[in-house]
């Protein structure tokens, strides 16, 4: 394998260091908007100079640096903060009184930069912002990931996404966001916020809702490095710990969800022999830290139960060792801890696969029409359950309907396989003919 190229260098860097130098940029601007031309203006300066003069010794340092000295040149040309530029200025000082040419020591200042990145998230997921707003500028400040990334992941064009990730950003300056970690109620309700987007950008990713591939590994990827450094930040959490651990068990099949041609695999059908058992051994193990601060008395709630239920699922060798019952009875818990259509569907297939269908269809049954009309979710799900109970016209009917709900091109492929396969099995076997 090659070496990596200077230009592959600024990339792997700027993926790894984005979150951090933005996250510092704002501490010392109180403007995210500016912290991330700032930020964008080194990624450039790096991208011109590196080819030419080599990489640097510390390339985090280098971007940090420059963006900092862009900073200083900023308030200068602008005449104005006469006192923010002093302030900048001394922090191209270290703790070590360095002259303003040396790389500052980042590894000494670990626990600020934590801070500082924690602040971001926080900062990203305020609730002035749309849960889809705080999605995206959540990828876009604190995954790195560029507007046209995350423009390719959620379907939309380019000058879409970035107008959207532009109003974000001025509605935060509008309402005056602080760049501070909010404390007491405010704090509980934007970690929950927080949380919700790493949800909402993995479950993206894993099944997409709509386009012609079934996932986008670039998304799970993305949403559990995020959980993986909260956990880190908020470890007293143990919903944030349950977070970690249901993404790492769920992306654990990742590999086993699509054939060699890319279609849906469904999940009492994969190859469990494909699952990556790091990603399980590293999810019950986030598991376990959230289980040993309910012990405590630390509350729970919904990402901790998911991942218990995601849990039983990766300690089955086999679809037939599932533990239904068990799974039915989270469940049931869930339902109550955080009610909702989507929680109910998925009971459905518990009860269905723990007692029989026709619990499952109960289940379903008790959901409000209304309450996910044009989503495939409710009929594909009904179509699994009246095949189970044999009624193949039906099923086929219900997942055709789904079929027709759905804008994802490889899903719409599964369930309208899944509606012939009913068809022909209703029909019965076919008379021969003189």
Same mark, same amino acid.
């Given at each position: 394998?090659?070496?990596?190229?200077?230009?592959?260098?600024?990339?792997?860097?700027?993926?790894?260091?984005?979150?951090?130098?933005?996250?510092?940029?704002?501490?010392?601007?109180? #403007?995210?908007?500016?912290?991330?031309?700032?930020?964008?203006?080194?990624?450039? *300066?790096?991208?011109?100079?590196?080819? +030419?003069?080599? $990489?640097?010794?510390?390339?985090?340092?280098?971007?940090?640096?420059?963006? %900092?000295?862009?900073? $200083?040149? @900023?308030?200068?040309?602008?005449?104005?903060?006469?006192?923010?530029?002093?302030?900048?200025?001394?922090?191209?000082?270290?703790?070590?009184?360095?002259?303003?040419?040396?790389?500052?020591?980042?590894?000494?200042?670990?626990?600020? !930069?934590?801070?500082?990145?924690?602040?971001?998230?926080?900062?990203?997921?305020?609730?002035?912002?749309? &849960?889809?707003?705080?999605?995206?500028?959540? /990828?876009?400040?604190?995954?790195?990931?560029?507007?046209?990334? !995350?423009?390719? +992941?959620?379907? $939309?064009?380019?000058?879409?996404?970035?107008?959207?990730?532009?109003?974000? %950003?001025?509605?935060?300056?509008?309402?005056?966001?602080?760049?501070?970690?909010?404390?007491?109620?405010?704090?509980?309700?934007?970690?929950?916020?927080?949380?919700?987007?790493?949800?909402?950008?993995?479950?993206?990713?894993?099944?997409?809702? +709509?386009?012609?591939?079934?996932?986008?590994?670039?998304?799970?990827? =993305?949403? !559990?490095?995020?959980?993986?450094?909260?956990?880190?930040?908020?470890?007293?959490?143990?919903?944030? @710990?349950?977070?970690?651990?249901?993404?790492?068990?769920?992306?654990?099949?990742?590999?086993?969800?699509?054939? *060699?041609?890319?279609?849906?695999?469904?999940?009492?059908?994969? #190859?469990?022999?494909?699952? #990556?058992?790091?990603?399980?051994?590293?999810?019950?193990?986030? /598991?376990?830290?959230?289980?040993?601060?309910?012990?405590?008395?630390?509350?729970?709630?919904?990402?901790?139960?998911?991942?218990?239920?995601?849990?039983?699922?990766?300690?089955?060798?086999?679809?037939?060792?599932? #533990?239904? %019952?068990?799974?039915?009875?989270?469940?049931?818990?869930?339902?109550?801890?955080? &009610?909702?259509?989507? $929680?109910?569907?998925?009971?459905?297939?518990?009860?269905?696969?723990?007692?029989?269908?026709? +619990?499952?269809?109960?289940?379903?049954?008790? !959901? *409000?029409?209304?309450?996910?009309?044009?989503?495939?979710?409710?009929?594909?799900?009904?179509?699994?359950?009246?095949?189970?109970?044999? @009624?193949?016209?039906?099923?086929?009917?219900?997942?055709?309907?789904?079929?027709?709900?759905?804008?994802?091109?490889?899903?719409?492929?599964? /369930?309208?396989?899944?509606?012939? =396969?009913?068809?022909?099995?209703?029909?019965?076997?076919?008379?021969?003919?003189?």
């Amino acid at each position: 394998m090659s070496d990596p190229t200077p230009a592959d260098t600024v990339t792997t860097t700027w993926r790894r260091e984005a979150a951090v130098l933005v996250a510092a940029l704002t501490r010392m601007t109180r #403007d995210v908007g500016l912290a991330e031309d700032l930020a964008q203006d080194a990624l450039v *300066a790096a991208l011109e100079q590196w080819p +030419a003069v080599g $990489v640097p010794d510390n390339p985090g340092a280098w971007l940090m640096t420059t963006a %900092k000295r862009r900073a $200083v040149d @900023h308030f200068r040309r602008a005449d104005t903060l006469r006192r923010k530029t002093e302030q900048l200025g001394h922090a191209l000082l270290d703790e070590h009184g360095r002259e303003e040419g040396t790389m500052p020591d980042l590894d000494a200042q670990v626990d600020h !930069i934590e801070d500082d990145v924690l602040r971001l998230i926080f900062l990203c997921c305020h609730p002035a912002l749309t &849960p889809d707003s705080r999605a995206a500028l959540t /990828l876009r400040m604190v995954g790195g990931l560029t507007t046209g990334e !995350i423009a390719r +992941a959620f379907l $939309v064009s380019e000058t879409t996404m970035g107008q959207r990730i532009s109003r974000a %950003k001025r509605t935060l300056g509008e309402v005056r966001a602080e760049f501070e970690l909010p404390t007491g109620d405010e704090r509980a309700a934007r970690l929950d916020d927080v949380m919700a987007v790493v949800y909402l950008i993995f479950n993206e990713g894993y099944a997409a809702t +709509a386009g012609d591939d079934w996932m986008r590994p670039e998304l799970t990827t =993305e949403a !559990i490095r995020l959980a993986r450094m909260l956990s880190t930040m908020v470890p007293d959490e143990p919903e944030v @710990h349950g977070l970690q651990a249901l993404l790492e068990i769920q992306a654990s099949r990742s590999e086993a969800r699509t054939d *060699a041609e890319g279609r849906p695999v469904l999940l009492e059908d994969q #190859d469990r022999s494909l699952w #990556d058992e790091l990603l399980i051994r590293r999810g019950l193990a986030a /598991l376990e830290r959230a289980e040993l601060l309910a012990a405590r008395g630390r509350p729970v709630g919904r990402y901790y139960l998911q991942a218990a239920i995601a849990s039983r699922h990766a300690r089955a060798r086999t679809a037939e060792e599932t #533990d239904w %019952k068990s799974i039915s009875s989270l469940y049931d818990v869930l339902a109550e801890v955080a &009610p909702g259509p989507v $929680v109910e569907v998925n009971r459905a297939v518990a009860h269905g696969r723990a007692f029989d269908a026709g +619990a499952g269809l109960a289940v379903l049954d008790a !959901i *409000a029409p209304d309450a996910l009309s044009g989503s495939p979710l409710v009929p594909s799900v009904r179509g699994d359950l009246l095949a189970r109970l044999g @009624h193949h016209e039906d099923a086929a009917a219900a997942f055709r309907e789904a079929a027709a709900c759905s804008d994802n091109q490889r899903e719409r492929e599964l /369930l309208t396989r899944r509606a012939e =396969e009913n068809e022909q099995k209703s029909a019965g076997p076919m008379s021969s003919t003189t």
